[in-house]
């Protein structure tokens, strides 16, 4: 019995990991991205807000970051969920980079001026999976209006 059980195991092992890996920096671009989509209308200030935050956060060029959105937006394309892209986040950043990430999608959302119903969803989802408590969620969101 204790054979078979161990058998198990060296299958399961053996089996590639059925959710793609992403380098923190796509995680990222991915989630600002999905914010960005979230509303179905692409905005020019949202596009050049995602542009700025990726060369910022990053310290990107412009052919980097136009490189880092395209490789973001084909994982997110063929993602089922976000969790791919927050355990990358949630294994390389601290709780206060979790809350920062969570402030540049506000930043992101409020980039048009208004907040859609779909982003706030987005953000809200993003930020459980990221471990961010709600007074933290809230005060990313009042941060990210200044």
């Known amino acids: 019995m204790l054979k078979q059980i161990k058998q198990l195991f060296v299958v399961f092992d053996d089996q590639e990991p059925s959710i793609e890996q992403h380098d923190l920096k796509t995680a990222v ?26 060369k910022k956060y990053f310290n990107l060029t412009d052919a980097e970051v136009e490189e880092l959105t395209n490789n973001a937006a084909s994982s997110l394309d063929g993602a089922i969920d976000y969790f791919q892209f927050s355990k990358q986040i949630n294994e ?8 920062e990430i969570i402030e540049l999608l506000w930043r992101l959302a409020y980039a048009d001026g208004e907040i859609d119903p779909q ?6 989802k993003v930020a ?19």
């Open 29 to 54: 671009a991915a989630l600002l991205i999905e914010v960005m989509r979230a509303d179905t209308k692409l905005d020019h200030d949202e596009q050049r807000t995602l542009t700025v935050t990726l």
């Open 92 to 99: 390389h950043c601290s709780a206060v980079q979790r809350i």
């Open 119 to 124: 982003e706030d969803y987005v953000i809200r």
């Open 128 to 146: 459980g999976l990221l471990y961010v408590t709600h007074t933290d969620f809230i005060a990313a969101k009042i941060a990210a209006t200044k």
